[in-house]
């Protein structure tokens, strides 16, 4: 059989019952038993689980879900603990190790860090773990959050180079409207690309639980994340986990995101899905064509206008004159530097600065194309990483 990695995520909807926000044990209970078989095959397992806010609610008798951070971040604490607890209690009687890993957003926008976890992952997925993922609600801060777990577990899984995301939840497929709202909503089975959702006009409205946090949309950003890693994304329901296996044998099961052209450059990954960006610089058309068609590094020439405050090696934004983001890349220049050089030649800069730093803004091995801009000229490059 063609062993895998596999990056299954859970939400508080699945994790919990609506009504008492007690724990959904046979819920869970089965997907413990499916994730272990899958693990006992061979395949690599990850486990993205919300739930810890949720969890810390039922055990402290709050009826609805923390609004100031403080109390969520409390409340997360309290849950977490008792999660972890029941998913060893639960594994463990069928013999399979598990490992806690808690992830803020900075964990992986710095690229020592993102390094730091790739090896953490690896290390465990050889020993045979299953390691449960959640964002470490408790001491994330606002601006550095990943938000919602259907996005952590889309990086994730590009980080780790899965072949497979299921985001496992309380609907079983993506529908053409909020089946709750509108039962007459179109059941969507398979996405070739993200544009077709946009043609389909499909709406993802609020979230449908009083638990879970960001509805369809989190999870089509993060089968935007994944599929552009070149992860199959698949939204499938929690409420049969043996379905992963039958999906894995290739029934049409769910809504199926197909993987696009991937980069196999590991340094590219993490900058276009990890990396926050700090400003953004707005390029002339020749600039843009050079840089999505002819796979070309940025020069001050084609720099239009400067947004944003960063320092030289900061990442940033490149935009087309209306706006729209096509790459991203790590900058030369601080945003002082570049608002000096900007639509002046290279051979300009030393003038103008008294220094050169490099006669690109951001060179092309630092540059990465932004979702359906992704082009080949990125592709067979090899990476330090691997
Ligand atoms: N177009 C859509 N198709 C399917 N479900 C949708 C759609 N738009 C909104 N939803 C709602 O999204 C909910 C799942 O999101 P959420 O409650 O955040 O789940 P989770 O806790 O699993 O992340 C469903 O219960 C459904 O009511
Ligand atoms: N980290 C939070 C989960 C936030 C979240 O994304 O929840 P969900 O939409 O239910 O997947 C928690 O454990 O409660």
Redesign the pocket.
């Known amino acids: 059989m063609n062993l895998q990695t596999l990056v299954v995520?859970?939400?508080?909807?699945?994790?919990t019952q609506d009504r008492t926000g007690n724990l959904a044990i046979a819920t869970i209970a089965a997907l413990v038993e499916t994730l272990s078989a899958l693990r006992h095959q061979g395949h690599r397992v990850i486990l993205v689980s919300?739930g810890a806010v949720g969890v810390g609610c039922a055990r402290l008798g709050l009826k609805e879900r923390p609004r100031t951070i403080a109390l969520k971040q409390a409340v997360a604490a309290v849950g977490q603990g008792r999660l972890m607890r029941v998913y060893d209690d639960l594994f463990s009687t069928l013999q399979q190790p598990i490992a806690q890993v808690l992830l803020t957003r900075s964990d992986l926008v710095q690229r020592s860090r993102y390094v730091n976890a790739y090896n953490t992952f690896q290390e465990l997925l050889r020993l045979g773990v299953i390691p449960i993922v959640n964002e470490n609600d408790t001491v994330a801060v606002e601006e550095l959050k990943f938000g919602?777990?259907?996005t952590l577990s889309a990086m994730v899984a590009s980080l780790v180079e899965a072949e497979w995301l299921f985001?496992?939840?309380?609907?079983d497929?993506?529908?053409?409207?909020?089946?709750?709202?509108?039962p007459d909503?179109q059941p969507?089975t398979l996405v070739q690309h993200l544009d077709e959702l946009r043609q389909l006009q499909?709406?993802?409205?609020?979230?449908?639980?009083n638990?879970?946090?960001?509805?369809?949309?989190?999870?089509i950003e993060a089968a935007r994340i994944a599929t552009g890693a070149g992860v199959r994304t698949v939204?499938t329901s929690?409420q049969s986990p043996r379905n992963l296996e039958k999906i894995l044998q290739g029934e049409a099961i769910g809504t199926h995101f197909a993987p696009q052209k991937n980069t196999s450059n590991a340094r590219k990954r993490w900058l276009a899905n990890a990396v926050i960006p700090s400003g953004k610089l707005y390029l002339d058309e020749g600039a843009v064509r050079a840089i999505c068609q002819g796979g070309k590094s940025l020069l001050a020439a084609g720099i239009v206008e400067v947004f944003g405050e960063f320092e030289a090696s900061d990442a940033v934004q490149l935009c087309d004159r209306a706006g729209r983001e096509i790459a991203r890349g790590l900058v030369n220049y601080s945003s002082d530097e570049l608002d000096r050089i900007r639509g002046r030649k290279s051979d300009e800069i030393p003038e103008i600065l008294g220094y050169i730093v490099a006669d690109t803004v951001i060179h092309r091995d630092n540059l990465v194309l932004s979702g359906s801009s992704s082009d080949a000229a990125e592709l067979n490059k090899t990476d330090p990483l691997h």
Do not use: E
């Open positions: 995520k859970i939400g508080t909807s699945s994790l919300s919602d777990n259907d985001l496992m939840t309380d609907v497929r993506l529908y053409s409207a909020d089946p709750l709202r509108h909503a969507i499909v709406q993802t409205g609020g979230s449908g639980s638990w879970g946090t960001g509805g369809m949309m989190t999870k939204i929690s």
